[in-house]
């Protein structure tokens, strides 16, 4: 019997039966069914146990009742999505929910005494030591012939071993290490081993080719394969007679799904010097943890960050952890299996589509999904209000705030929330939740697969209102209302005049800063505030070289400072670091209060090494912020860190305007010579 793996080229009918043209890496075959098989149209296929025929002018496959094929092979499906039927599984997938818990991992680190499990412990118990010795233990093993990939993959001696009721697992595993058998392990400790059958091995394939055609095929298949009547297919038959709204939000997140699995198989099966990676030195490993000095993070590293460790060659064992902590000089993180000599680390692709909300999106009241699905008009609003606190609490349903920068968005959302502090609320964003998260705390959200229950609102604050966004958080709240700048907001042709507040008036920093944002980006607003916090108390200790740059008169400042630029990305600017530094130590000297200080940088590299300075020079409380990270203080430090151009982030102006307007009172630029001769507005 044979295997072959490749691209449908042709499909035709010879003597009544269904054959096709398949192109792979060693020539080109035709395949004869010699049974039924529904391959719905897919190019890529694997097929197991063909039987070989000589045909005259090309070599000819049949598929018997003893073969079976697999879609998209490329694609590694794990056992724990096809262990339900694959809509199910799909649906967990869409809400972010755990699927099916897997303790081979903890077994083996129970019995080998690599670590303490109560859950195991009387199973443990129950091993000799020269059997315990017989265990071992891959973090993961994968086969992209037949298309699988299992983490945790636990063996007996040479066989494949499972904990009790993981039976897909098993054939999965047993499947991928060419065995036609396993173990399964009871909480007992005693083995009972499972022989696969060609069914078992049929029905695997079956659910791993339905779940593999929902995930690239999805609306064809709920189209054509499933009754729309059942119950269950509620939801699914909604989106599917709105095929026109919820078509691209749903192929966009399974897109990255797909995306995110062939980035883990690159990963896996490539040389390490064809992967991008990040090098790391004197790595220590404790346990399941690891800490390491780090030169170079051009890939962008951040806490929170998915990833794989390589360990040293020739050892080439790749693990995937997450990353806990990461500063100038230094990097940690957890890791699913112990490290013996981590060197490398790459950050791991993950999908950052959501659309939980849309799957669910008919449990949205009817009122808000009769809007945004059928565009029908919300209910009058008889009068234009004078404060946007008493539009939100006449609870509009659909509303938009808008206003640039200073005009009091966030001190609109507060003082709602200290007016009808019984309201359950969530502040929901993307784009600016790092800067929100500071003043609101934990009522800021920027995933949709955190939020539970129904909020009585949802405040949505970006930059950037996008459609798909409103009909994620629809599900979740009575009240969308929209906080944004002066873009277009998606749905505002419906919505009459009484639902769109207009903020005009600036508040929030000086007139001087207001002015000057003026010379390159459009401000929708008028101020004329003289916003005068900073006080100088002691200008005697402050070095007389300092005195014209910290002076509260000059609002507005451009410090020129030559320097040097290290790193190609991710990069460091040292002499205006080390400026900076120099002079916040000299407002402090002045008597000005270090919180109301904030450093604004371009890059986490400059974030990282200003953050060591200030530690050297024993200054603690002074913000340091990447721009998204920014929030208002009397007193800005921005530092361009590139010395030929404006950083990639500020050549979006609105992100430099966002910046500068950070400051109330006095805002201080710390550049290259060269930039105001580019940079006309610095001049």
């Known amino acids: 019997m044979a295997n072959l793996k490749g691209v449908v080229i042709r499909e035709f009918e010879s003597a009544g039966k269904k054959c096709i043209t398949l192109s792979t890496d060693s020539g080109v075959f035709n395949i004869v069914f010699e049974k039924p098989a529904q391959l719905w149209g897919v190019k890529k296929l694997s097929f197991v146990n063909l039987k070989e025929e000589r045909g005259a002018l090309r070599k000819t496959f049949l598929f018997t009742d003893d073969s079976f094929v697999s879609f998209y092979p490329g694609f590694l499906v794990q056992p724990e999505e096809i262990e339900e039927d694959s809509l199910s599984t799909l649906s967990k997938i869409f809400n972010g929910a755990s699927l099916k818990e897997s303790f081979e991992g903890e077994i083996f680190y129970a019995v080998r005494g690599i670590k303490e499990s109560n859950r195991f412990k009387t199973l443990v118990e129950r091993f000799p030591k020269d059997i315990k010795a017989k265990f071992s233990f891959y973090p993961y093993i994968f086969d992209t012939t037949f298309g699988f990939f299992v983490k945790d993959a636990l063996f007996f001696g040479r066989f494949p071993v499972v904990f009790e009721d993981n039976f897909t697992k098993g054939i ?82 399974l897109k990255e799904f797909r995306s995110v699995r062939k980035h883990i198989k690159k990963l896996l099966e490539s040389r390490l010097e064809d992967i991008e990676t990040t090098r790391i030195y004197n790595a220590e490993s404790d346990d399941f943890a690891f800490k390491a000095y780090i030169k170079d993070n051009e890939l962008n590293l951040d806490r929170g960050t998915p990833c794989m460790l390589f360990e040293r060659p020739p050892l080439n064992m790749r693990i995937f952890g997450i990353v806990k902590s990461i500063d100038f000089n230094t990097i940690s993180g957890a890791v699913d299996y112990k490290t013996v000599s981590p060197e490398f680390i790459t950050p791991l692709k993950t999908v950052k ?101 129904v909020y009585d609102y949802i405040f949505y604050f970006d930059r950037h209102i996008d459609k798909n966004t409103i009909l994620n958080l629809a599900p979740f709240t009575k009240n969308i209302i929209v906080f944004t700048y002066d873009e277009t907001v998606p749905y505002e042709n419906l919505l009459e005049e009484s639902r769109v507040f207009r903020l005009k008036k600036v508040f929030g920093f000086d007139k001087f800063i207001h002015k000057f944002v003026l010379r390159f980006y459009a401000l929708n607003s008028e101020a004329t505030s003289d916003v005068s916090e ?28 030559k320097g040097a630029v290290e790193f190609e990305r991710n990069k460091l600017n040292k002499n205006e670091a080390n400026f900076t530094t120099t002079l916040i130590v000299q407002f402090l000297k002045g008597g000005v209060d270090r919180s109301s200080i904030e450093v604004i940088v371009p890059y986490e590299r400059q974030k990282a090494y200003i953050i060591d300075q200030l530690k050297t020079n024993q200054v603690e409380g002074v913000r340091v912020s990447l721009v998204e990270e920014a929030i208002q203080s009397s007193i800005v430090v921005i530092n361009f860190v590139d010395v030929e151009s404006l950083p990639n982030v500020f050549e979006d102006k609105f992100n430099l305007a966002f910046a500068i307007t950070r400051a109330r009172s006095k805002v201080i630029f710390v550049g290259s010579p060269a930039l105001p001769k580019k940079e006309k507005f610095l001049s």
Do not use: C, W
């Open 353 to 453: 589509q959501e659309v939980r909300g849309i799957i669910n999106i008919t449990k949205a009241t009817d009122t808000l999904k009769d809007f945004l699905i059928n565009g029908k008009f919300l209910p009058h609003i008889d009068k234009l209000f004078d404060n946007p606190v008493d539009l939100i609490a006449d609870q509009p349903v659909f509303a938009v705030i808008k206003g640039s920068f200073g005009t009091g968005k966030k001190h609109i959302i507060g003082e709602f929330l200290q007016k009808y502090p019984g309201a359950k609320i969530i502040i929901f964003s993307k784009g600016f939740y790092k800067s929100l998260k500071e003043v609101f705390g934990n009522l800021v959200e920027k995933s949709v697969e955190n939020l539970e229950g």
């Open 534 to 561: 900073i006080k100088i108390l002691n200008k005697e200790n402050i070095e007389s070289e300092f005195i014209p740059i910290v002076n509260p008169e000059k609002v507005v400042q451009f410090v020129q400072v």
């Open 172 to 253: 999965v595993q047993a499947i991928s290490s060419k065995f036609e058998e396993y173990l399964v392990m009871s909480s007992v400790g005693t083995f009972e081993e499972k022989k696969i059958s060609l069914l078992d091995k049929k029905q695997v394939f079956l659910k791993r080719n339905e779940f593999a055609n929902l995930v690239y095929s999805f609306f064809k298949v709920i189209g054509n394969n499933y009754d729309k009547t059942n119950p269950n297919m509620l939801d699914y038959a909604y989106l599917f007679d709105h095929r026109d709204i919820f078509e691209a939000p749903i192929n966009d997140f």
